[in-house]
């Protein structure tokens, strides 16, 4: 079962921009094996973080104003927006623990981090 809800550029404002808490977007593209590579890393983060943060995904060729808005040139590029605004962009496919290490210090203490304390 998926984490990630779809959205498009006609929803992107609604569900990405409007949102009170931070959201992962990842840009992808059917034909990316990248991006079928790092899904599954994505859902385990949003799972790990369910109810703090959201996960959405936006097909990279179907959404062309998004993508432009936010010049996204490869795919997956991933992004962490907050406040409506991109905090963290990485492009490219990477393990759960590089992109924790890249976004941890802008996300909330997550599910396992707060059982443990």
């Known amino acids: 079962m998926s984490n990630a809800r779809v959205v498009t550029d006609d ?11 931070p959201v992962i977007v990842e ?7 990248p991006c079928r590579m790092v899904a599954p890393v994505l859902e ?4 790990d973080y369910a109810g703090q943060v959201g996960l959405v995904k936006i097909n990279s060729d179907e959404n062309p104003a998004t993508v432009s808005r936010y010049r996204v040139l490869h795919v997956p ?5 907050s406040g ?7 492009i490219g496919a990477r393990s759960k623990t590089a992109l ?3 976004f ?3 996300l ?4 396992a981090a707060r059982v443990a304390s």
């Open 108 to 111: 909330p203490p997550s599910k």
């Open 11 to 21: 929803s992107f404002e609604t569900e990405v921009l409007a949102c009170t808490t």
């Open 100 to 102: 924790l290490r890249e």
């Open 84 to 90: 409506g605004e991109v905090v963290k962009q990485v």
């Open 104 to 106: 941890g210090d802008l």
């Open 44 to 47: 385990s983060i949003a799972d």
């Open 77 to 81: 590029t991933i992004c962490l927006f």
């Open 27 to 33: 840009f992808w593209a059917e034909w990316c094996g």
